[in-house]
C-alpha cells in the first residue's frame, strides 16, 4: 500500500512538472490546476487516459478557461504539433503551446488551429502601452490605471526626471531635443516642398506655391508637436514656419 502511494505520488509529481513545462509561463493556456484540484485524488486513475477522462467528466463551464483553451488548442492545433508539423519538436520537448502561441507567426498555422488560438490580449500598463513608444509623463487618468511596481516604478521616474540634473544629462537632453527638431524640421520642409510642387503642377502662380507651402508647412509642424508622445517637440514658431517655407521654395528651384 506504501509503495501504491509513493508511485502514485511521483506520477503526480510529473504531472505538475509537465504541466507547467507545457504552460511555460502563467499566460499559456494549461490544465494544470484542473488536473491538480480534480484528477489527481487517492485512488484516481493518473495514466494520462484516465487523467483525459476526469477533465473531460468535468465538462466546459466546471473546467478553468485556460484548460477549455488548452484542450481546444490541442484538438485544433493536432496537425502543427503532429508529425512533420512547425511545431513537432517543441511538442516533444514540452513546449507545445509556447510554440503555438509564442514562437509561430500565426500565419504558419493551419486554418483549424489559427481558429483555435486565444484572442490577442489588448496592450495595458506602463511599459504595454503609455512607453511602449518611448518614456514621457502621464495624464492624470492615466497614472490612475497604474498599480504596484508600474506605478513605483513611474513615480521614481518623474521624480528622477524633475530633480536636479548633472550637466552631462542635460548635454545629453540638449542632443535629444536638437535630433529630434531637425528631423521634424526636415519632414515638415518635406511636406511643404510637395505641396508647392502640387501646386507649381497645377498651374498656381509663384505666390499661389507659397500658399501652398504654408498651409503644409503649419500643417506637418502641428501634426509632429501632436505626435510626440515624448514630449520633445516644441511647438514651432512663426519664425519657423517661414524658414520652412522659405527652404521648400528653394528646393523647388533647385529642382528647375
Not at 57 to 77: D, F, H, P, Q, T
Not at 97 to 114: G, Y
Amino acid at each position: 500500500r506504501e509503495s501504491h502511494a509513493l508511485g502514485a505520488m511521483a506520477v503526480a509529481v510529473r504531472l505538475v512538472l509537465l504541466g507547467a513545462a507545457l504552460a511555460v509561463a502563467a499566460t499559456l493556456p494549461s490544465c494544470e490546476t484542473d488536473t491538480t484540484e480534480h484528477c489527481l485524488a487517492e485512488g484516481a486513475d493518473m495514466s494520462s487516459e484516465g487523467i483525459e477522462a476526469c477533465l473531460e467528466a468535468l465538462g466546459e463551464a466546471s473546467r478553468s478557461e485556460a484548460c477549455n483553451a488548452y484542450r481546444k488548442l490541442i484538438v485544433g492545433c493536432a496537425a502543427d504539433y503532429g508529425r512533420g508539423g512547425v511545431c513537432e519538436d517543441a511538442h516533444m520537448n514540452g513546449e507545445t503551446m509556447a510554440c503555438l502561441i509564442q514562437r509561430v507567426a500565426p500565419e504558419k498555422l493551419s486554418d483549424a488551429c489559427r481558429d483555435s488560438l486565444p484572442p490577442v490580449e489588448e496592450a495595458k500598463g506602463l511599459f504595454g502601452l503609455y512607453w511602449k513608444d518611448g518614456k514621457r509623463e502621464l495624464s492624470e487618468d492615466e497614472v490612475g490605471e497604474l498599480i504596484g511596481d508600474e506605478l513605483d516604478t513611474y513615480l521614481r521616474w518623474v521624480k528622477k526626471k524633475k530633480g536636479a540634473k548633472s550637466q552631462r544629462g542635460k548635454e545629453r537632453d540638449y542632443a535629444v531635443r536638437t535630433a529630434k527638431k531637425a528631423s521634424a524640421s526636415k519632414a515638415i520642409v518635406s511636406a511643404a516642398a510637395a505641396a508647392a510642387r502640387a501646386a507649381k503642377a497645377a498651374g498656381e502662380s509663384v505666390k499661389g506655391q507659397q500658399a501652398a507651402a504654408q498651409v503644409a508647412a503649419e500643417t506637418a509642424a502641428d501634426n509632429a508637436v501632436k505626435n510626440d508622445m515624448t514630449g520633445t517637440l516644441k511647438p514651432f514658431t512663426r519664425g519657423n514656419i517661414k524658414g520652412f517655407v522659405a527652404d521648400a521654395m528653394t528646393q523647388l528651384k533647385d529642382e528647375l
